[in-house]
């Protein structure tokens, strides 16, 4: 069968203008970024990123990303593994669940946490009793978060279980494995890939939040600022080379987010490849016997 394909100069003008995309959106704001930063030399970029606010606002980032992550990682996993491989009630309302951050404005999520962590909010006169600050400290900013961040590690998983099916485990518990073997033996393994891909689009979204964590935070410097926060604080102050200065460091992460993530999907493509040729070689195998 002859294969249609479209005609040279379609294909070299849709190629064109998705180079044209990227040049205009991705790499041209990329080397302003690089650009502006080291604008009034190299000694001003060093200063900006090594300030103690600077180095506060990375610490909380990280603390925020190694608490909320592992939090998402968890529920990411139990979720996909209930929906993939398991009939239940009430199964839809959970994917709806599931994609809730997806629809809700991150600044409205901020705003949920306010209203019902906040003085004034449905738990804030409990929280204050018992002297337990969440909004405007480092526990808001992790709920928020997380909030924001809990469906990429599950929205990853949930088609690749479902491709799989359930084979594989129904063959090892006949075997006699316990579900908690047959987990780790047979399901997780298979997913190991996917999950690796949905942890890294988790840690980048958790360290990039603005909207959500902005709103509860009540940006105190040194305090609850993170590094988008403190970016922002430095451009409102005209400090614009300490601003981008700071942003590269959000940029590097987007870089090596997008070069992890190339690298997972490699991965994966090679191993779907490697067992589609085993596929075709058990399958001529059984046709020649």
Request: hydrophobic letters at 55%; a negative charge; glycine letters at 6%.
């Amino acid at each position: 069968m002859k294969h249609l394909t479209e005609p040279r100069y379609v294909r070299w003008l849709l190629i064109s203008l998705a180079m044209l995309f990227l040049a205009l959106f991705l790499i041209l704001p990329l080397i302003a970024v690089f650009t502006e930063a080291f604008k009034q030399g190299a000694e001003v970029f060093a200063a900006a990123i090594t300030e103690p606010e600077t180095l506060s606002a990375v610490k909380l980032t990280l603390l925020v990303a190694a608490i909320s992550v592992p939090l998402n990682v968890t529920f990411g996993i139990a979720a996909a593994w209930a929906i993939a491989k398991f009939s239940f009630r009430g199964k839809n309302v959970l994917l709806t669940l599931i994609d809730l951050p997806f629809a809700v404005s991150p600044v409205i999520a901020g705003l949920i946490f306010v209203l019902l962590f906040g003085s004034q909010g449905v738990l804030g006169p409990w929280l204050e009793t018992t002297d337990i600050k969440i909004i405007f400290a480092v526990p808001g900013i992790i709920l928020a978060t997380t909030f924001v961040t809990f469906p990429f590690v599950a929205r990853e998983l949930i088609p690749i279980m479902e491709a799989q099916g359930k084979d594989e485990e129904e063959a090892a518990v006949s075997l006699g494995a316990s579900g908690w073997k047959t987990f780790w033996r047979v399901t997780l393994p298979n997913v190991k890939w996917g999950l690796l891909y949905g942890v890294i689009l988790c840690n980048a979204r958790a360290m990039g939040e603005f909207g959500a964590v902005s709103v509860v935070s009540g940006h105190i410097r040194g305090m609850t600022n993170t590094l988008p926060l403190h970016v922002e604080i430095l451009y409102n102050e005209y400090q614009f080379a300490a601003a981008f200065a700071v942003a590269t460091l959000l940029a590097v992460l987007a870089l090596v987010t997008l070069i992890l993530k190339s690298l997972v999907e490699w991965k994966t493509q090679r191993e779907h490849s490697a067992e589609e040729e085993q596929h075709h070689y058990e399958g001529s195998g059984e046709r020649a016997v």
